[in-house]
């Protein structure tokens, strides 16, 4: 029995090392990390977003999901510079505003006359896909990975397979609502909407709805209707989902943990 012991103690001691080397875990400067700037004018939802996790969650499951050779902070308060979420490469930060997630809670209670938590679900949700389309950016500012058509397609193609992919297609659907939520009135349109480096919200919005339909057209036949996409265009949705999702997982696929 004394023999096995200096066996049973390298053993635990191997277990002990292997137990504590978190391989998945970012090293210092890599990875994405969140960061809470200042008081908030608006307590309520900045109590919503740290207490529920709303960034943190995401920034988590990136760091699972994806090695990153370099530093990324995704900054969350009221005076950040910019109105909605945005990606600064000069800092490789993420700007998260808290004052865009009261608007969207209102753009959206607004829109589809919903009552005051609900909105506010929604308007999290949402801002969750937004910081996804962010992260898009990131990753190919930090990755240098090459992107044909619009970045910003990209990116929003991104967002909403990393939340397919994660089985969060309410974080996808939502920012679909938010996107439908913001769109101009076609009749108040003007020349400058369509020099804009994204597409037109009302384009943002069916994109989104139809990569989510066309993940599995059977389990989200509810959503095509729903959001009323058109029935000869699943076909097409199911193409779409393919190419993005594949190409995605292509360009990632050395990052990937
Ligand atoms: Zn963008």
């Given amino acids: 029995m004394h023999r096995l012991l200096p066996l049973l103690v390298v053993l635990m001691a191997v277990l002990l090392v292997a137990a504590c080397s978190d391989d998945d875990a970012p090293q210092a400067g890599e990875g994405f990390s969140l960061e809470f700037v200042g008081g908030s004018k608006y307590p309520d939802v900045q109590d919503r977003i740290s207490l529920e996790g709303t960034f943190e969650d995401v920034t988590e499951l990136l760091n699972e999901r994806l090695a990153l050779p370099e530093k990324v902070t995704i900054v969350v308060g009221d005076e950040l510079g910019t109105d909605g979420p945005a990606y600064d490469p000069e800092a490789r930060e993420i700007l998260m505003p808290i004052p865009f997630v009261v608007e969207a809670r209102q753009l959206l209670a607004n829109e589809f006359d919903l009552d005051a938590a609900t909105a506010q679900d929604l308007a999290l949700e949402g801002n969750q896909h937004a910081l996804l389309h962010e992260v898009g950016h990131a990753l190919v500012d930090v990755?240098?990975?090459?992107?044909?058509?619009?970045?910003?397609?990209?990116?929003?193609?991104?967002?909403?397979?990393?939340?397919?992919?994660?089985?969060?297609?309410?974080?996808?659907?939502?920012?679909?609502?938010?996107?439908?939520?913001?769109?101009?009135?076609?009749?108040?349109?003007?020349?400058?909407?369509?020099?804009?480096?994204?597409?037109?919200?009302?384009?943002?919005?069916?994109?989104?709805?139809?990569?989510?339909?066309?993940?599995?057209?059977?389990?989200?036949?509810?959503?095509?209707?729903?959001?009323?996409?058109?029935?000869?265009?699943?076909?097409?949705?199911?193409?779409?989902?393919?190419?993005?999702?594949?190409?995605?997982?292509?360009?990632?696929?050395?990052?990937?943990?």
Avoid: M
Avoid at 207 to 213: D, M, N, P, R
């Fill in 143 to 257: 990755l240098d990975l090459p992107i044909t058509g619009s970045e910003e397609n990209a990116v929003d193609q991104l967002a909403t397979v990393l939340a397919i992919n994660e089985g969060a297609t309410d974080v996808a659907l939502s920012g679909a609502d938010l996107f439908y939520a913001e769109a101009i009135d076609p009749a108040e349109l003007s020349a400058i909407d369509f020099w804009d480096e994204h597409d037109l919200d009302q384009k943002r919005f069916a994109t989104i709805v139809c990569l989510v339909v066309g993940s599995d057209p059977d389990q989200f036949a509810p959503v095509a209707d729903d959001y009323e996409l058109p029935a000869e265009q699943v076909d097409i949705c199911e193409q779409e989902w393919d190419t993005a999702s594949s190409s995605w997982e292509r360009l990632l696929d050395d990052h990937l943990r």
